[in-house]
């Protein structure tokens, strides 16, 4: 499709996103979050955990800095405008949509006004959106550089800030280990430019009383907006140092890995980018859900379960969009649609045995014991990852789409 047609398509949801907000994280974990008491008060003893876990978020959005939590797969984004910028994307070959998310930010941070307000739940502005699309498929600095070049506190910079707070406080994971530990030399800038405007005069320290510091770069109209930008980057710079201490325990603990965690969310990208349905999401967070550290060796066979229906419909979805491409047919089947996406130079031999003995590996785990070791859900889960992404961003690079 003609590229200014999926630009203006892009402004008009942005500009819906601006007037009715869709960003939303839900709490997806079947147990009960752990500072449930307070909703368990409230609600006479009714143990929800979904209602449980949104009545938490409620109340974690009251705080600076924001609790950060420490399993990032219990919460699932979601958003209707971001799924439709998404299929956007995937009409777009890399170049074009790296310029268009750049046109899509600039013209982001010049629609939007100093002095209107950001809220702390992450709405108010279209460039929440822009945030989440950016941070959670690779144009880190391309939201972040515009950012720093402004002379002035904007509310799409305040918006960009406060969305951050949310994904570090719910999906610390989205940011690799180096996003987190340079944050706060990615974010010096905007900062020092939102705090200038915070005040007029001030007493100078160590000077008489009667002595005040005129501040000459002060504006009228954007001191409400700088102080509300100052305060989001120092609670996320603290949000960044527990989420970074997170990491190293998952390592020590050998319970989180954060390549894989990473590797995940790339999973999940190219599956919205590439048009797949929002089951095979559903199916790969349910399979998070079943890992989770507590889990019990049924759950952990679950987990198996849901990781096998993941890779069969990964090759079978695939495989019908390339039969029907080519107007050719193939049976809906694993064996069968494994055979096909060979033969159509989707992947080598080699890689076909391999995906055969993985789908054969996980079949047995799943199907036979009565419950799964924790080592072997481990290392299936990390494998079927990985795959994932080497499979996905395969079809990527040859411009294969899902319909």
């Not at 001030?202 to 009383?209: E, I, L, S, T």
């Not at 076909?352 to 199907?367: C, G, P, Q, R, W």
């Amino acid at each position: 499709m003609d590229f200014d047609v999926l630009m203006k398509q892009a402004l008009l949801i942005l500009d819906q996103e601006r007037t009715t907000p869709t960003l939303g994280y839900t709490y997806i974990a079947k147990t009960m979050p752990a500072n449930a008491h307070f909703y368990l008060a409230q609600q006479g003893g009714d143990s929800n955990p979904l209602l449980a876990g949104m009545y938490a978020l409620t109340n974690m959005r009251k705080q600076r800095p924001r609790e950060v939590w420490e399993k990032p797969a219990e919460w699932q984004f979601a958003s209707r405008n971001y799924d439709l910028l998404m299929l956007i994307l995937q009409q777009l070959d890399p170049p074009q949509k790296t310029e268009l998310m750049l046109k899509l930010v600039t013209t982001g941070l010049d629609a939007e006004f100093a002095g209107a307000t950001a809220s702390r739940s992450g709405h108010g502005s279209c460039f929440c959106l822009l945030a989440e699309v950016c941070f959670r498929n690779g144009y880190f600095d391309l939201v972040i550089g515009p950012a720093s070049t402004l002379d002035y506190p904007t509310v799409s910079v305040a918006a960009m800030v406060a969305q951050m707070e949310e994904i570090v406080a719910l999906n610390f994971d989205v940011f690799s280990k180096s996003e987190l530990e340079k944050m706060p030399s990615t974010l010096s800038r905007i900062r020092d430019v939102a705090e200038v405007q915070t005040w007029q005069s001030r007493h100078d320290r160590g000077k008489p009383a009667s002595t005040k510091e005129v501040n000459s770069s002060y504006k009228p109209g954007y001191s409400e907006i700088g102080r509300q930008i100052v305060a989001s980057i120092d609670g996320l710079l603290v949000e960044c140092k527990r989420a970074l201490y997170l990491n190293v325990e998952g390592i020590l603990r050998q319970s989180r890995n954060p390549g894989i965690e990473s590797d995940k969310v790339k999973v999940e990208s190219y599956l919205q980018s590439l048009g797949f349905g929002s089951d095979m999401i559903g199916v790969l967070n349910a399979a998070e859900s079943d890992y989770r550290s507590t889990a019990t060796q049924f759950e952990l066979k679950n987990c198996l379960s849901h990781l096998r229906s993941f890779l069969e419909h990964l090759h079978r979805e695939s495989a019908k969009a390339i039969a029907d491409t080519a107007g050719e047919t193939v049976t809906d089947r694993w064996g069968d649609a494994t055979l096909y996406l060979r033969q159509k130079n989707i992947f080598t031999k080699q890689h076909e045995a391999f995906s055969a003995s993985l789908y054969t590996l996980i079949s047995d785990e799943s199907v036979h014991p009565l419950g799964a070791d924790r080592e072997y859900a481990r290392l299936l889960r990390n494998v079927v990852i990985e795959y994932g992404v080497m499979f996905l961003s395969t079809l990527d690079s040859m411009g294969i789409r899902i319909r």
